[in-house]
C-alpha cells in the first residue's frame, strides 16, 4: 500500500495542498482560489469559511480526480500565511472577517504600544508591533468593535483555524505564535506582562505546540465533510515562511531564502536566540525545535505585479506579461519602481508610504514598466540583504521560492542584483513542500528535518550573477535607495488628501 502525506499551504491568493510519498514525490497538487477583501485602502480581509470551502475542495478533488485513497493518507500539516487575526466566540464561531498580515489600518495602536513598553517589548517578543501582526489588530477590534470584543473568547492565525475544523482542537504553533507579537519568545510562553499592559485575558491565547506535535486526528464531522479517514494524524504546522525555509532546505546558517509570493521575503536561519537587529528584521521561532530566523518582508511583492497586471495588462496572460519584461534591459531604460503600494514593513516600517514610477519618459514602453516592477520588488530585497551585510552576516546562497520564482527572467534578475548565486528548487511548492515535511517528520519517517530534506528537497538550475549587469544594478541601487527618503514627505501628503476625501 502507498503512504502520503499532505501539505496544506494555506496563502494569500490561494490554497495548494500538495500530496506526497515516502520518496519525496509530488504525486498530485490542487489550489484553489479565494478572494481578498479590500474594502478600504488600508482594510485586508479574508473569510475564514472561504479557506475552509478551498481547503476542502482541493482535497476532495486530490481524493476524486487525483485517485488519492483517504486510507493511504498518513499524516497532514500546514503552512499558513501569517499574522491574521480570527476571533471565536464560546462556541468557538468566528466572530469577524479575518484581519489579515497585509491590513495597515493599526497605526495608532502600534504607537500606543511603542509608547506603553518601549524597547522592553522588544526584548519580550524580539520584535516590533508593527501594523501587520496579531497584537494591534486584536487592540483595534476592542476599541473599535467592542461589542465583537466582548464576545471574543479564543483567537487563532490562518491556519489554526484549518487545523481546528479539522480535528476540534484549539492550538497554535510557536513559529507562528512568533508573529503575534504576544509571545515571550525566551521563555517560549505567552506574555503575561504584554497581556496585562492592554487588558487582553491571557485565556484568549489557545495552547502552543511545537510544528511536528501531534494535534490529533481527522474529526468525525470532518471526515464526513471531506472524504478523509479518521486514522489520519494532523501536525501543527508552521508560519508560510518558516515552512517555506523547510522546504527550501534552508536548514543551515550560510544560506538565505528569498521569496516571492503577494508578499516578499528575505530569510536567514539563525541558531543564535540572542542575535539583535532591534527588530529591524523580524524574528521567529522556527519550525525546527530550539532554532530560529530572521526576515525582512516586502509587503507588496508578488502583489505589485498583480496589482500591475490587473491594472494595465488584462489582456495580456501572466506568463506573456513577465516574459516581455525581457524586450527591456536591465534597467528598464531608466525607469524605477518602488513596491510601497500598501505601506513597507522592511527596511522601512511605514504604513504611510506609497509606490512610484521614477524616471518616466516619453519613449518608455509596457515592458519597461513590467521590467521596472520585477526589479524594483528584487531592489527592496536587496535592501534587506545589505542590513545582513551590516551585521557581518556571510552566506553565499540564496534560495528562490514562491510564485516570482516561476520565471527564469526574475531569477537571473535576483542573482544580478543581490551578486550571488541563487538557486530554484526543481518544484516551486516551497511552502506546500515544508508542510508536508512537517507531517513526515511528525509522523517518525524520518529522524529529523536534515534527514527528511535529503529525500524531499530537490535544488534546480543554479543562476549565476553578469558581472557587467551586477555593476549596472549596484548603480542603479543607489539611486532606488534614495527614492523613500525624497518620497516620504509626499506620501503623507497624498494619503492625508485621501483620507480625506475618502
Ligand atoms: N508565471 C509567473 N511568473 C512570475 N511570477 C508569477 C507567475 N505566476 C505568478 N507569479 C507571482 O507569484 C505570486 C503568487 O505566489 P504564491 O507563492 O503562490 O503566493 P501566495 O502564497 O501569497 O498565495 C503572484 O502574486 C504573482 O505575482
Ligand atoms: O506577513 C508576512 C510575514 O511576516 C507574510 O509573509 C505573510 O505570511 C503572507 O505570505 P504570502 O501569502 O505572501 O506567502
Same mark, same amino acid.
Given at each position: 500500500?502507498?503512504?502520503?502525506?499532505?501539505?496544506?499551504?494555506? %496563502?494569500?491568493?490561494?490554497?495548494?495542498?500538495?500530496?506526497?510519498?515516502?520518496?519525496?514525490?509530488?504525486?498530485?497538487?490542487?489550489?484553489?482560489?479565494?478572494?481578498?477583501?479590500?474594502?478600504?485602502?488600508?482594510?485586508?480581509?479574508?473569510?475564514p469559511e472561504?479557506w475552509i470551502s478551498?481547503t476542502t475542495?482541493?482535497?476532495?478533488?486530490?481524493?476524486?480526480?487525483?485517485?488519492?485513497?483517504?486510507?493511504?493518507?498518513?499524516?497532514?500539516?500546514?503552512?499558513?500565511?501569517?499574522?491574521?487575526?480570527?476571533?471565536?466566540?464560546?462556541?468557538n464561531?468566528v466572530?469577524?472577517?479575518?484581519?489579515?498580515?497585509?491590513?495597515?489600518?493599526?497605526?495608532?495602536?502600534?504607537?500606543?504600544?511603542?509608547?506603553?513598553?518601549?524597547?522592553?517589548?522588544?526584548?519580550?517578543?524580539?520584535?516590533?508591533?508593527?501594523? %501587520?501582526?496579531?497584537?494591534?489588530?486584536?487592540?483595534?477590534?476592542?476599541?473599535?468593535?467592542?461589542?465583537?470584543?466582548?464576545?471574543?473568547?479564543?483567537?487563532l492565525?490562518?491556519?489554526d483555524y484549518v487545523r481546528y475544523r479539522m480535528t476540534g482542537q484549539?492550538?497554535?504553533?510557536?513559529?507562528?505564535?512568533?508573529?503575534?507579537?504576544?509571545?515571550?519568545?525566551?521563555?517560549?510562553?505567552?506574555?503575561?506582562?504584554?497581556?496585562?499592559?492592554?487588558?487582553?485575558?491571557?485565556?484568549?491565547? &489557545?495552547?502552543?505546540?511545537?510544528?511536528?506535535?501531534?494535534?490529533?486526528?481527522i474529526s468525525?464531522s470532518y471526515?464526513?465533510f471531506s472524504?478523509?479517514?479518521?486514522?489520519?494524524?494532523v501536525?501543527?504546522?508552521?508560519?508560510?515562511?518558516?515552512?517555506?525555509?523547510?522546504?527550501?532546505?534552508?536548514?543551515?546558517?550560510?544560506?538565505?531564502?528569498?521569496?516571492?509570493?503577494?508578499?516578499?521575503?528575505?530569510?536567514?536561519?539563525?541558531?543564535?536566540?540572542?542575535?539583535?537587529?532591534?527588530?529591524?528584521?523580524?524574528?521567529?521561532?522556527?519550525?525546527? &525545535?530550539?532554532?530560529?530566523?530572521?526576515?525582512?518582508?516586502?509587503?507588496?511583492?508578488?502583489?505589485?505585479?498583480?496589482?500591475?497586471?490587473?491594472?494595465?495588462?488584462?489582456?495580456?496572460?501572466?506568463?506573456?506579461?513577465?516574459?516581455?519584461?525581457?524586450?527591456? &534591459?536591465?534597467?528598464?531604460?531608466?525607469?524605477?519602481?518602488?513596491?510601497?503600494?500598501?505601506?513597507?514593513?522592511?527596511?522601512?516600517?511605514?504604513?504611510?508610504?506609497?509606490?512610484?514610477?521614477?524616471?518616466?519618459?516619453?519613449?518608455?514602453?509596457?515592458?519597461?514598466?513590467?521590467?521596472?516592477?520585477?526589479?524594483?520588488?528584487?531592489?527592496?530585497?536587496?535592501?534587506?540583504?545589505?542590513?545582513?551585510?551590516?551585521?557581518?552576516?556571510?552566506?553565499?546562497?540564496?534560495?528562490?521560492?514562491?510564485?516570482?520564482?516561476?520565471?527564469?527572467?526574475?531569477?537571473?534578475?535576483?542573482?544580478?542584483?543581490?551578486?550571488?548565486?541563487?538557486?530554484?528548487?526543481?518544484?516551486?511548492?516551497?511552502?506546500?513542500?515544508?508542510?508536508?515535511?512537517?507531517?513526515?517528520?511528525?509522523?517518525?519517517?524520518?529522524?529529523?528535518?536534515?534527514?527528511?530534506?535529503?529525500?524531499?528537497?530537490?535544488?534546480?538550475?543554479?543562476?549565476?550573477?553578469?558581472?557587467?549587469?551586477?555593476?549596472?544594478?549596484?548603480?542603479?541601487?543607489?539611486?532606488?535607495?534614495?527614492?523613500?527618503?525624497?518620497?516620504?514627505?509626499?506620501?503623507?501628503?497624498?494619503?492625508?488628501?485621501?483620507?480625506?476625501?475618502?
Amino acid at each position: 500500500m502507498s503512504e502520503y502525506v499532505l501539505g496544506v499551504d494555506l %496563502g494569500t491568493s490561494a490554497v495548494k495542498v500538495s500530496a506526497m510519498d515516502r520518496s519525496g514525490e509530488i504525486v498530485a497538487q490542487q489550489s484553489f482560489d479565494y478572494p481578498l477583501i479590500q474594502s478600504r485602502p488600508e482594510y485586508s480581509e479574508q473569510n475564514p469559511e472561504d479557506w475552509i470551502s478551498g481547503t476542502t475542495v482541493a482535497i476532495v478533488r486530490l481524493i476524486l480526480d487525483d485517485h488519492i485513497k483517504p486510507a493511504e493518507i498518513s499524516g497532514i500539516s500546514f503552512s499558513g500565511q501569517m499574522h491574521g487575526l480570527v476571533l471565536l466566540d464560546e462556541n468557538n464561531q468566528v466572530l469577524r472577517p479575518a484581519i489579515l498580515w497585509n491590513d495597515t489600518r493599526t497605526t495608532k495602536q502600534r504607537k500606543e504600544i511603542e509608547a506603553k513598553l518601549g524597547n522592553k517589548f522588544i526584548d519580550i517578543t524580539k520584535n516590533r508591533p508593527l501594523e %501587520g501582526f496579531t497584537l494591534p489588530k486584536m487592540l483595534w477590534v476592542k476599541e473599535n468593535e467592542p461589542n465583537i470584543w466582548s464576545k471574543a473568547k479564543t483567537f487563532l492565525l490562518p491556519k489554526d483555524y484549518v487545523r481546528y475544523r479539522m480535528t476540534g482542537q484549539l492550538a497554535m504553533d510557536y513559529s507562528d505564535a512568533t508573529g503575534t507579537v504576544l509571545l515571550d519568545v525566551k521563555n517560549g510562553q505567552w506574555s503575561q506582562e504584554i497581556c496585562n499592559a492592554f487588558d487582553i485575558p491571557i485565556s484568549m491565547c &489557545p495552547p502552543l505546540m511545537q510544528s511536528v506535535d501531534s494535534a490529533g486526528h481527522i474529526s468525525d464531522s470532518y471526515a464526513i465533510f471531506s472524504g478523509l479517514d479518521t486514522h489520519t494524524e494532523v501536525f501543527g504546522g508552521a508560519a508560510d515562511n518558516a515552512a517555506g525555509a523547510v522546504g527550501a532546505g534552508i536548514l543551515s546558517p550560510n544560506m538565505v531564502l528569498s521569496s516571492i509570493g503577494t508578499s516578499g521575503v528575505v530569510l536567514k536561519y539563525e541558531e543564535d536566540p540572542n542575535v539583535d537587529y532591534h527588530g529591524v528584521l523580524q524574528f521567529e521561532d522556527h519550525a525546527i &525545535p530550539a532554532s530560529y530566523y530572521s526576515m525582512g518582508v516586502t509587503l507588496a511583492a508578488g502583489y505589485s505585479l498583480n496589482w500591475f497586471k490587473r491594472t494595465f495588462a488584462q489582456e495580456q496572460s501572466f506568463d506573456e506579461m513577465v516574459a516581455s519584461a525581457g524586450d527591456s &534591459p536591465v534597467g528598464a531604460n531608466g525607469l524605477l519602481y518602488t513596491p510601497y503600494i500598501v505601506g513597507e514593513r522592511a527596511p522601512y516600517a511605514d504604513a504611510d508610504i506609497r509606490g512610484s514610477f521614477t524616471g518616466v519618459d516619453g519613449t518608455h514602453k509596457k515592458h519597461d514598466f513590467v521590467r521596472a516592477v520585477m526589479e524594483g520588488i528584487i531592489f527592496s530585497f536587496r535592501d534587506i540583504m545589505d542590513i545582513y551585510d551590516q551585521n557581518h552576516k556571510e552566506f553565499d546562497t540564496v534560495v528562490a521560492i514562491g510564485g516570482g520564482a516561476k520565471s527564469p527572467l526574475w531569477l537571473q534578475i535576483q542573482a544580478d542584483i543581490f551578486n550571488k548565486k541563487v538557486v530554484s528548487l526543481t518544484n516551486e511548492q516551497g511552502p506546500g513542500m515544508g508542510a508536508a515535511m512537517i507531517a513526515a517528520v511528525g509522523l517518525g519517517w524520518f529522524k529529523d528535518f536534515q534527514e527528511c530534506a535529503e529525500k524531499f528537497v530537490h535544488f534546480g538550475k543554479s543562476y549565476v550573477p553578469n558581472p557587467e549587469n551586477a555593476e549596472k544594478y549596484a548603480q542603479l541601487h543607489q539611486i532606488y535607495s534614495q527614492v523613500y527618503e525624497q518620497t516620504k514627505s509626499i506620501s503623507q501628503q497624498l494619503l492625508a488628501y485621501r483620507r480625506a476625501n475618502d
